[in-house]
């Protein structure tokens, strides 16, 4: 009914009356007789109702509603073209999201990592520091023994009093040292003295002490042949007399720097990390510990 309103509306009755083939102008000739007013409406309706107008009317409608169906169906393809357009958009960013997140992911792995590296790298800087302070020690101590020497035949015995105590100092520091005095390879020769960690250094750490070599700057140093090449014996003394000395021999790498011509006080220690085991050296009644006194003999062949 709404339809066939609107219909109406688009075509008003003087439109009809003036295309419709039924009322065109007659011949002038005619002369209709005149009526009551009342035939005339009655005529227009009559030829309203007829079979021809409102086949028209229904062709109308027809159209009409072809065309509503259309634009039914342009606006259910255009809701789908605008669904699937979100929904490639929420993918994407959905995409673009994890890739920032995985972006994201990576750095805080780096960070991780280098976290741990600078973690390692102060720890061993705190070690450094520590043999730094080591070094200072024993240059001092070397330094205020002035240019005596202990001995000048190569051969050396170094009686160590407290060990307990410095093994246990060692505990709080692992890189701490003693510094054995000074003594002479030969007349006029290398001037050397050792290092004893006595909790262990390198791979000994912990499980052994520790005994090395140190050349020293000397007085002859301009005359002697570099780099310093003489077989070097380590021993721990059995102090009982039982002759169950511990021994470790070595011959330096002429290639090492410890064993160049000095140019500052001292060159960096070199010689046996596995010296001794403190399952050995501590065991009861064990011949090497006398009085909490130990006694460690250096031996350089010239010969």
Known sequence: ML????????????????????????????????????????????????????????SVISSLQTRLDRGEEVNVAFKKLVMSKLLAMQSLLSTEQGEREGDTQTPR?????????????????????????????????????????????????????????????SERSTALSLH?????????????????????????????????LCVMRGEWDDVLP???????????????????DVREAFLPDPLSASFQKPRAAVNVASGCPLFIRHSLLLAPHNPYLRNDTLYIKAVIETH
Not at 16 to 38: F, V, Y
Request: include cysteine.
């Open 226 to 244: 570099w780099p310093f090449r003489h077989r070097v014996t380590f021993s721990c003394l059995d102090a009982s007399g039982g002759g169950s």
């Open 3 to 58: 339809l066939f309103t609107s219909v109406m509306a688009m075509c008003s009755p003087q439109d009809h009356l003036s295309t419709c083939p039924k009322n065109k102008p007659r011949n002038t000739a005619e002369i209709l007789p005149r009526g009551t007013g009342a035939e005339e409406p009655q005529s227009l309706v009559d030829d309203l109702c007829s079979p021809a107008h409102l086949l028209r009317l229904l």
């Open 180 to 212: 054995s005095p000074a003594f002479l390879s030969h007349p006029f020769g290398y001037r050397l003295c050792l290092r004893l960690y006595p909790r262990g250094d390198g791979v000994g750490r912990g499980s052994h002490a520790s005994l090395f």
């Open 109 to 169: 792995e780096e960070i991780a990592t280098l976290s741990q590296d600078l973690a390692i790298c102060r720890g061993a800087l705190a070690e450094l520091q520590s043999r730094c302070l080591g070094y200072e020690r024993a240059l001092q101590h070397l330094q205020s023994r002035g240019g005596t020497t202990a001995s000048e035949n190569g051969t050396l015995v170094w009686k160590i009093k407290g060990f307990s105590a410095s093994l246990r100092d």
